[in-house]
């Protein structure tokens, strides 16, 4: 399947929320699972689309940054005002997703178009991998280019209390 703009991209997130709900329901529990996806355009440019709690982090000329929003009732809270992010009803909230891929309504994902430029470091990475590592060592990982092994056994090393996945993409 060739996907290419927003339209191809929502398209293609409604065929993977379909299959994930149809791969569920022979198995008792199973409600879906978070997609973060990084789709390179031929204008220099990437989408990255987003359901769930996974994250995508951008380096650039130093500066690290966050790119992606949550979809978890403790962001909503935190971001609301509701309760504080050290809060009890933060830690209880912090796994609650709002949207992710098998979600009964078919949520919409979050598309994000970013330019690219050559030195352009990406990470990509589950709730396993970024609640167990603080983004200051995340932003040293993609500045000290350590492998996703090295960063991977990192989050055993802290505890390992969720699914850890990580891709780490350059532009050159």
Avoid: K
């Amino acid at each position: 399947m060739t996907v290419s703009g927003p339209a191809g991209l929502r398209a293609a997130v409604a065929a993977v929320q379909r299959a994930v709900r149809e791969a569920g329901r022979g198995i008792a529990g199973l409600t879906g699972c978070t997609l973060t996806a990084f789709v390179g355009d031929t204008d220099g440019s990437a989408w990255l689309v987003q359901l769930g709690d996974s994250r995508a982090y951008r380096l650039r000329d130093g500066v690290f940054e966050l790119l992606t929003s949550d979809h978890t009732a403790a962001w909503l809270g935190l971001l609301n005002g509701w309760y504080a992010a050290d809060s009890r009803e933060a830690y209880r909230d912090r796994h609650r997703l709002t949207r992710f891929a098998g979600h009964p309504g078919m949520p919409e994902p979050d598309l994000i178009n970013v330019s690219l430029r050559p030195g352009d470091r990406f990470l990509l990475c589950t709730d396993g991998v970024s609640d167990q590592i603080h983004d200051r060592r995340l932003a040293e990982a993609l500045t000290e280019r350590i492998t996703v092994t090295e960063l991977l056994a990192e989050t055993l090393d802290h505890g390992g209390d969720d699914n850890a996945t990580a891709v780490m993409i350059v532009v050159s």
